[in-house]
């Protein structure tokens, strides 16, 4: 795909981009279609540059926007991650750098253990910037994975029941909070032509428990191969998942993602959200 249309963009967020990129041309829409985030590929004066704008209504841009100037820090300057090089906050539009190479998701290397090894390594960078105290998140986390249970899903009544009683019998203690990607997957790695894994993609990126940054890996690609778990704490260089928070945010991510995926109709991530739902109430009964 090459064109110079502005593919969904708003007006004001071409003429913003125009005026930094003259005479850009699109080269490919990454879009993801399900949020209203654009994201597109562009070429500049010779430059491969990527565009990210959104509406109003989209939380991941302004947590973007925190992650680029607060902590990517270490990997734009170790070269593993884009930086920024435009930001218009009103009309809410970037142009970051483009990381090439081969997205891991789907490719030969997903479940490469050195693969895996060096996504723990970068992930440690990243946390490893200082922590806070927060004696307020588990009580914030207990009223969000409440209120997608009040929304529209498809996990079975009775399942739904007893994860509402799990959930408001929560301990809720204080928790070290760091800063995390929110989506640490390989869908959000790249790998350049060297065999160098790169981050991409921060919408989610916020001041979590470092373990959170686990749970998308476990649901999915450390289930196919144990070895990928055991290469990605060996890179991180700890393992951060203390068993009871461990199986809080598990049992979190799980109605969230069922709920969540139900309602913008994504099935094949509604049926892990339902299997991780299931998953995640037998680690408690276990408990």
Not at 77 to 89: K, V
Not at 122 to 144: F, N
Not at 171 to 179: E, N, S, W
């Amino acid at each position: 795909m090459t064109t110079t249309a502005p593919v969904g963009l708003a007006d004001e967020q071409r003429a913003v981009l125009e005026a930094w990129l003259p005479g850009f041309r699109i080269e490919r829409d990454h879009s993801w279609g399900l949020t209203s985030t654009v994201v597109l590929e562009v070429e500049h004066d010779g430059r491969r540059l990527v565009v990210k704008a959104a509406d109003p209504r989209d939380g991941h841009f302004p947590r973007g926007v925190r992650a680029h100037r607060s902590w990517l820090g270490p990997w734009v300057e170790a070269g593993r991650a884009p930086r920024l090089l435009h930001l218009d906050e009103d009309t809410r539009i970037l142009v970051t750098e483009f990381v090439p190479g081969d997205l891991v998701l789907g490719g030969p290397h997903e479940l490469d253990p050195d693969v895996h090894r060096q996504a723990g390594a970068l992930l440690a960078m990243m946390h490893g910037q200082g922590s806070v105290v927060d004696d307020t998140y588990c009580a914030r986390e207990q009223a969000t994975t409440l209120a997608w249970l009040d929304r529209p899903h498809r996990i079975a009544p009775e399942t739904a029941a007893r994860v509402r009683d799990v959930v408001e019998a929560w301990d809720l203690p204080p928790a070290v909070l760091v800063p995390t990607h929110g989506d640490w997957q390989p869908r959000n790695w790249v790998l350049d032509g060297g065999g160098a894994v790169h981050a991409i993609d921060f919408g989610r990126a916020d001041l979590r428990p470092a373990a959170t940054d686990f749970a998308r890996l476990a649901a999915q690609q450390f289930r196919a191969d144990p070895a990928l778990e055991q290469a990605f704490v060996s890179g991180y260089g700890v393992d951060p998942r203390e068993p009871a928070a461990w199986r809080r945010h598990l049992l979190r991510e799980a109605v969230s993602t069922a709920a969540w995926a139900h309602q913008v109709g994504d099935e094949p991530f509604e049926r892990q959200g339902l299997r991780m739902v299931d998953e995640a109430l037998a680690r408690v009964e276990v408990a």
